[in-house]
């Protein structure tokens, strides 16, 4: 696990979205496993990434077409145990067409917890190698925010995971820390070393992630 953290606008999402390649990068190189990315086929690249985050897309269909979308040739097990492990099944039982809920345009039926724990169930079915996983910013009530968490757990067990991370618990679980300012890495390392070395990071830990 990777963390990458930093101000607002500093680049961190534009660094995660070199990986899948929604942009390249205009100098340097990404390499997975030594390969260049830029010679890989976008479709074998992208099936080795699942990207969480709150803003997945969604369909206006059912709860259960949108799950299934990530693994189309999913059976009917696979999606409710991707639901069960994602925290779903709590909020998907409360809906009154249950599975079968259709969640209107973009999910506007759906809180952005709700959503997030969709984006995590498509990741779960879709057993990718690799997780790029931008944590929330918005708060969640505590409940909720365990749930996300326990969900994020199983999901990253035994997988390459970069994170955009906004909670201290995250952070401590890294085995990295990239401080991202303007476009570049200020500083690396784990937590106890950047609050010595990085004014930045103990900057923005004393302001954004120590109370959260
Ligand atoms: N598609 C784009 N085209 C041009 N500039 C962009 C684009 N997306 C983001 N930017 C700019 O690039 C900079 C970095 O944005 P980025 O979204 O990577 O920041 P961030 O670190 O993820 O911020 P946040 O914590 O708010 O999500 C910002 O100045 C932003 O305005
Ligand atoms: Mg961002």
Do not use: W
Request: net charge neutral; glycine share 4%; charged share 30%.
């Amino acid at each position: 696990m990777t963390a990458l953290v930093g101000h607002s606008g500093s680049g961190k999402s534009t660094l995660l979205n070199l990986i899948p390649r929604i942009y390249d990068a205009d100098s340097g190189e990404i390499t997975i496993d030594n390969q260049k990315i830029k010679s890989l086929n976008l479709h074998s690249l992208r099936k080795e990434i699942s990207i969480v985050d709150q803003n997945t897309t969604l369909f206006d269909d059912t709860i259960f077409n949108n799950i299934k979308y990530a693994k189309p040739d999913a059976n009917n097990d696979e999606i409710l145990s991707a639901a069960k492990i994602s925290m779903c099944t709590d909020f998907i039982e409360k809906l009154d067409d249950k599975f079968q809920t259709v969640i209107g345009e973009n999910g506007v039926k759906l809180s952005g917890g709700e959503k997030q724990r969709l984006s995590i169930a498509r990741a779960l079915l879709k057993n990718s190698k690799i997780i790029l996983l931008d944590e929330a910013t918005s708060s969640l009530d505590s409940e909720t925010e365990e749930k996300i968490q326990k969900a994020i757990e199983e999901l990253t067990k035994n997988k390459t995971t970069i994170v955009i991370a906004h909670r201290l618990s995250t952070i401590l679980n890294s085995e990295r820390i990239y401080v991202i300012d303007k476009g570049s890495v200020e500083s690396s390392g784990k937590h106890d070393e950047l609050i010595k070395n990085s004014s930045l990071y103990k900057n923005f830990y004393e302001r954004q992630i120590k109370n959260n």
